[in-house]
């Protein structure tokens, strides 16, 4: 049997990449095969995030753009397969076998860009509002354009010293949130509203709560926000589970054609069975109760929101309603 093809996988939620892998690994085609390896180095094709700047960069700088199938919003300007979320495996898997086709006819034409089957995180919503990365202008742009992709010009210190601005515009980029600075979060119990509203805090975020899922769509209808989480159990009081909510804003996001929040499911069950169940609904991540501190400093540093205070220092708000 062939040797299997090195896949690396660069950017993405950890959640995500395990996803990733296990589409690899649960693959019973004999071939092509494809095996997941750590670095781009190793790797003959590349999975790549298109909605981080850094990752996008990173790619042309190596000149290995062409070697990437890109997953995100909009793909860079060389991009030769790219495809949109939510990640789908029969969709993953083509791509990857079209891009591994193009390699092996250099002479081919340009591979077709892949068609969403429907819309998610990277794709345009208007339910919420996200800061938008101009066209035109801005370090973002700069960034994911191919910021560090382009050579130096000129002699000396002048090709220098634009390197060092591009690697500069480059570091601003991925200090600029990506989403608003509001969350809504939507959980039956005061208690973990209460703990999930703090934690929040120390990234910056203001936030409003819901205790069913009929108030949660009625503020994402008046308000634009950042981030939702939404626990999976929403108790018998709400109309909706969790993991319906989460569906229902997906479909909102697909019939608009917009772009809206981060969607984040925390639950106390995450087995993987239940982070499936989670992606299916169109969930961007799934948080496990406890409160998982590290997969959540990822999911807000991902969408450029770092800690810079201790929990709870600042004045709580009171929410719409309450």
């Not at 004999?30 to 790549?48: E, K």
């Not at 010293?161 to 039956?188: I, K």
């Not at 948080?287 to 004045?315: C, N």
Request: a neutral charge.
């Amino acid at each position: 049997m062939p040797t299997p093809i090195p896949v690396a996988i660069l950017g993405f939620s950890s959640f995500d990449r395990r996803a990733l892998a296990s589409y690899f690994l649960l693959d019973e085609r004999p071939w092509p095969r494809y095996v997941r390896v750590l670095g781009a180095d190793d790797a003959a094709l590349i999975v790549a995030d298109a909605d981080e700047p850094g990752v996008v960069a990173l790619l042309y700088e190596l000149g290995r753009v062409g070697d990437a199938l890109f997953i995100g919003a909009q793909p860079p300007a060389d991009a030769v397969a790219w495809m949109m979320r939510p990640i789908d495996q029969v969709q993953v898997l083509q791509q990857l076998d079209a891009l591994l086709a193009g390699r092996d006819s250099p002479d081919s034409a340009p591979l077709p860009l892949g068609l969403p089957t429907r819309l998610a995180r990277g794709a345009l919503r208007t339910i919420g509002h996200v800061q938008q990365l101009g066209a035109g202008d801005g370090p973002a742009r700069r960034a994911a354009d191919g910021g560090l992709g382009t050579p130096p010009v000129g002699p000396g210190e002048q090709g220098a010293r634009r390197l060092r601005r591009e690697r500069a515009h480059q570091r601003e980029a991925l200090r600029l949130p990506l989403v608003s600075p509001r969350a809504l979060l939507v959980d039956d119990s005061e208690i973990a509203l209460h703990f999930l509203r703090r934690q929040l805090e120390a990234y910056g975020l203001d936030a409003d709560v819901a205790r069913d899922s009929d108030t949660a769509l009625d503020l994402l209808a008046g308000r634009d926000y950042g981030f939702v989480f939404i626990d999976v159990d929403l108790g018998e009081h709400s109309r909706d589970d969790g993991l319906t909510l989460c569906a229902k804003l997906q479909r909102g996001r697909r019939l608009s054609g917009g772009r809206g929040p981060v969607v984040a499911m925390v639950s106390a069950s995450h087995e993987p069975v239940d982070q499936v169940r989670g992606t299916l609904a169109g969930a961007d991540a799934y948080l496990g109760k406890p409160l998982d501190m590290s997969a959540l400093d990822q999911l807000m540093r991902r969408q450029g929101f770092y800690r810079h205070r201790p929990p709870g220092a600042g004045a709580l708000r009171p929410s719409p309603g309450r």
